[in-house]
């Protein structure tokens, strides 16, 4: 039994040696461009033309203005004031 068991190790050890393995192949990677520092800064560019400036528009008619209301007279000669309600206190 033990010659049997070292016999089947000693195969599985020379089968195993035996399998072709293939070679790794390691595929370089792309060089990457790595920024250097700013370099100085540039002149500014000239000022561009001014646009053309449109027509100036029509004038509107004005309407036509309501007559004059008539005056209103208190009972007596008394003038009446009025005063307006008094607004909500604030939050």
Do not use: Y
């Not at 016999?7 to 393995?21: E, H, V």
């Not at 003038?79 to 939050?91: D, G, L, R």
Request: hydrophobic share 35%; aromatic share 0%.
């Amino acid at each position: 039994m033990k010659r049997m068991m070292l016999i089947s190790a000693l195969l599985a050890t020379l089968g195993l040696a035996a399998c072709d393995r293939p070679a790794v192949v390691t595929v370089p990677a792309t060089p990457v461009a790595v920024p250097g520092p700013a370099g100085p800064q540039g002149e500014t560019g000239s000022v561009g033309n001014t646009g053309s400036t449109g027509n100036t528009g029509a004038t509107g008619d004005t309407g036509a203005t309501g007559s004059t209301g008539s005056t209103g007279k208190a009972a007596n000669g008394t003038t009446i004031i009025v005063t307006p309600p008094a607004s909500a206190p604030a939050n």
